[in-house]
């Protein structure tokens, strides 16, 4: 993983410790955020988590205006595991706690279990930067949950199953554009192996659930 990438090494947010952020014309400031007011650390934030969305949405788009928002955080993937939660909640037929947690557990102990699994085998693999690129790149099948819950009279079995193949496909191809540079090169293929059971075990509630 390089600076390239807007998931690099870092601190929450919050935190008191200055944070190097790039702007458009590249030059880097220093920002105490304990110093800023509440509405600026919230629209930070925001425009933090939509700029990370959008290497998400578009894996192998490159910068060409500096680099910003580098250090990892968590708000974003805690976000989306909820929304992930409360969609599959709504649309499934079982108790909505119980859908609720599972998702969560799923979505964050996965996420653990695959760095952890990368680390053993020899993978440069930082566990929160992992656990955040992890978590952003489930963004596609929330995108499809959404639309199977709140459209699912107008969808057939088949057509769940390509909008949930598809947002399949996308995550797992968004995260491997990141992960598979910080894996053992020799093991590359039995670390990214349980990338590929995660996503497709969050799709398979998306269809069946």
Known sequence: MTDNHPFGSGMFQGQAKFVDYAHMNQQEVQVNTLDEPVLDTLLRDI?????????VIIPRMKETQGRKL??????????????????????????????????FIIMWGGSAVITVNAKLLGGQVSFFQSVCVLGYCVFPINVAAVVITFLQSYFGFFLRLVIVGVAFLWSTFSSLSF?????????????VYPIFLFYMFLSWFCIFI
């Not at 976000?79 to 998702?103: E, K, P, V, W």
């Not at 992960?179 to 020799?186: A, G, L, P, Q, T």
């Open 47 to 55: 425009n933090m988590i939509l700029y990370k969305l959008s290497y």
């Open 70 to 103: 580098r250090n990892w955080d968590l708000w974003g993937p805690l976000l989306l595991s909820l929304l992930l939660a409360m969609t599959l909640g709504i649309n499934s037929n079982q108790s909505s706690d119980t859908i609720f947690g599972t998702i």
């Open 179 to 191: 992960m598979s540079s910080m894996m053992n090169e020799e093991k590359k293929v039995i670390s």
